[in-house]
Nanobody, 119 residues
Framework: QVQLVESGGGLVQPGGSLRLSCAASGFTFSTYAMSWYRQAPGKERELVAAITSAGSITNYADSVKGRFTISRDNAKNTVYLQMNSLKPEDTAVYYC????????????WGQGTQVTVSS
């Protein structure tokens, strides 16, 4: 069955770094665009970063540009989110998303991983 399993979340001090990973299985990972979303308490889920299926194009929310980097390894069926210079406002549950458009459109979500930025 389809699985997206996030890992790497945790508690970090402001200015610190974390690297999130999302391991995919059960579908053809290399044909899906991948994204990271986040949802803070009382707020709507928002797109953080996205990467095309081949990894050639990336896109970031303005709030994380220059601090976060999304990447993928299609040989390992894994997408990453490197988060540097973390701020308290980055605190949220981070979700991995896979999406494919066209005649075989489909989307999958991971269960989320908590990131807390606090001193």
């Amino acid at each position: 069955q389809v699985q997206l399993v996030e890992s790497g979340g945790g508690l970090v001090q402001p200015g610190g770094s974390l690297r999130l990973s999302c391991a995919a299985s059960g579908f053809t990972f290399s044909t899906y665009a991948m994204s990271w979303y986040r949802q803070a308490p009382g707020k709507e889920r928002e797109l953080v970063a996205a990467i095309t299926s081949a990894g050639s194009i990336t896109n970031y929310a303005d709030s994380v540009k220059g601090r976060f980097t999304i990447s993928r390894d299609n040989a390992k069926n894994t997408v990453y989110l490197q988060m540097n210079s973390l701020k308290p406002e980055d605190t949220a549950v981070y979700y991995c998303n896979a999406v494919r458009w066209g005649p075989l459109a489909s989307t999958y979500w991971g269960q989320g991983t908590q990131v807390t930025v606090s001193s």
